[in-house]
């Protein structure tokens, strides 16, 4: 069964920490990409990587960082530095590296008290 | 700054009728479309995309596009009830989708 996994579901943490998302795809898709999505607002793209051991900031990178090791994986940490880190994440992949026909993970659910 | 307006409803159509939903892009260069749907708490799902000018159908779904007027909208024929949810636009610009807030619809019985 081909999909994209994110783990775990709901993710809660203390103020202060370090948290890591996982992203997991097994389309052998070469793009992909995380956004964060609040309350009433579009999503907005944290970081995107279109191959191997590259990637790059979106619109609102600051406080999160990523590596792309290995084609099927894309972790996402929140840092302590992220001021506003409680949100739903949402990570995507293409086969096209353009941008186009992004298909979601079912998301991870982060609360940060 | 590009954007994606959408109006954020909520836009309540009785079953059987048809949805019409709007988005408008401020980035002229856009060349790629896409409508998703997005049921409360999960994650967006891909339903339609369009890159030119005219209309795409899909089963009950039709995508329309005008570029000149930097519209897009979706029609669904036929509502159904499992249709109620949020739909988002998005436009490709450059290696990156902006996305509009989302519409929700609600479908009546």
């Known amino acids: 069964d081909g999909g994209i996994t994110q783990s775990p579901k709901y993710l809660f943490r203390k103020e202060g920490q370090n948290v890591t998302l996982s992203c997991e795809q097994n389309l052998n898709h070469d793009a992909m990409y995380w956004y964060r999505q609040d309350p009433g607002q579009g999503l907005r793209l944290i970081y995107y990587s279109q191959i191997v051991n590259d990637f790059q900031k979106g619109d609102i990178a600051e406080g999160y960082s990523v590596s792309r090791e290995k084609k099927e994986s894309f972790p996402l940490t929140v840092t302590s530095a992220q001021k506003n880190p409680t949100a739903f994440y949402l990570c995507?992949?293409?086969?096209?590296?353009?941008?186009?026909?992004?298909?979601f993970g079912p998301g991870t659910r982060l609360t940060v008290t | 700054q590009k954007e994606v307006e959408q109006n954020s409803g909520p836009l309540s159509v009785p079953e059987g009728a048809i949805a019409s939903l709007n988005c408008t892009y401020s980035d002229r260069g856009s060349q790629s479309f896409f409508w998703y749907r997005q049921y409360s708490g999960k994650s967006p799902e891909l339903i339609m995309f369009?890159?030119s000018n005219g209309d795409k159908e899909d089963g009950r779904f039709t995508a329309q596009l005008n570029k000149a007027s930097q519209y897009v909208s979706l029609l669904i024929r036929d509502s159904q009830p499992s249709d109620s949810a949020t739909y988002l636009c998005?436009?490709?610009?450059?290696?990156?989708?902006?996305w509009g807030a989302g519409t929700k619809l609600i479908i009546k019985p």
């Open positions: 369009i890159y």
């Open positions: 998005a436009v490709r610009s450059n290696y990156q989708l902006i």
């Open positions: 995507a992949s293409s086969i096209r590296t353009d941008g186009d026909e992004q298909y």
